[in-house]
């Protein structure tokens, strides 16, 4: 109640500033919505990278190992023969590793024997 209008209320006010916080915390919700999608593609975004640097470095010592050739790389993995000098009975190969639209390049030595 009012004291100069004794008979009058402020029902007006009050549903003002309850829409307006409801506005406000509506506007924060969304905010914070779009704050944790956008991480989270990130995320995604980081793993895929990580995946192909581990794929990449699989197939690699695969190699060095003597287990892995062109044709029996996983999918995904390009490898190609450099033309650069190497150390006697060794050559550089460059593995390439495509995981969705992210790839990971790896520049290595292995035995002769194993490069394609």
């Known amino acids: 109640m009012n004291r100069i209008y004794p ?3 402020r029902r007006g006010l ?3 500033e309850f829409i307006s916080a ?7 919700l ?9 991480r989270i ?8 990278d990580r995946a192909a640097t581990r794929m990449a470095e699989r197939t690699l010592l695969s190699m060095r190992r003597g287990g892995v050739t062109q044709g029996g790389a996983a999918d995904g993995v390009t490898i190609r023969k450099l033309s650069d000098p190497a150390p006697v009975d060794h050559a ?3 593995i390439e590793a495509r995981i969705g639209p992210r790839s990971a390049t790896l520049v290595g030595l292995v035995p002769v024997k194993e490069a394609p």
Do not use: C, G, M, P
């Open 30 to 38: 969304v905010l914070f919505l779009d704050v944790t999608a956008k």
């Open 41 to 48: 593609r990130v995320a995604n975004t980081l793993a895929n």
């Open 7 to 9: 008979n009058t209320r």
């Open 14 to 16: 009050i549903s003002i």
């Open 22 to 28: 409801l506005l406000l915390i509506l506007a924060t």
């Open 92 to 94: 550089w190969i460059e």
